[in-house]
């Protein structure tokens, strides 16, 4: 099955909808299990979309947070996700407990054991998981050159170094298995580019020319993309 495309008037209302959405879903989490979690993407498609999160009432000391990706650069480096994410949502719900994949070491490599045991704290499927995507058609840092790809696709890891010949710096990324792992996902895109390479997505082809079609397809029911021009 591939997952269903919802289309928004413009990135606002996107932003608005989708944080309305991931609100209430958190609500009935946190009221079915005492507790929420989330994945998240950083930059600057996602911006909008997690201030309008931060502005929802939720209670946020039940919900744990990571991102589906990051470059290996200190939390306070401006092309940081986790910088991202601290200046728009934990901004205005620093009641969240957030886990990042970067740990101090001094490569992706070297911090893939300490990043996979800080996961471990986030068992079981994520209540929501969303992810931008690439004109390449990369999601968290799946790129598609990237030599490491195939470590990232299959396996128990919960996270990966990755490095890819056209991205800058070395990243962590949730693997692929991690990624499906969601009771809710969504790929967040914008822009005109981006619809054309979804559509090619969409098509027939390989999983691995374009890794969000694994998500498109293996996520089924639990999938969506969500577009604005």
Known sequence: MTARLRVFRDVQDLAETLADEAAALLTAAIAARGRATMALPGGRTPTPFLNALGR????WDKVTATLVDDRWLPADNPDSNAHTLRATLLAAAPAIRFIPLHTGAATPEEGEAACA??????DGPFDLMVTGMGEDGHVASLFPDAPGLAAAWEGTAPCRAIRSPTAPHPRMT????????SRRIVVLITGGA??????QARADGPDSALPVRALLRRGGANAAVCWAP
């Open 56 to 59: 929802r009432e939720v209670a």
């Open 117 to 122: 045991e800080a996961l471990r704290a986030l």
């Open 174 to 181: 949730l693997t692929l298995p991690r990624l499906l792992d």
């Open 194 to 199: 981006k619809r054309a390479v979804l559509e």
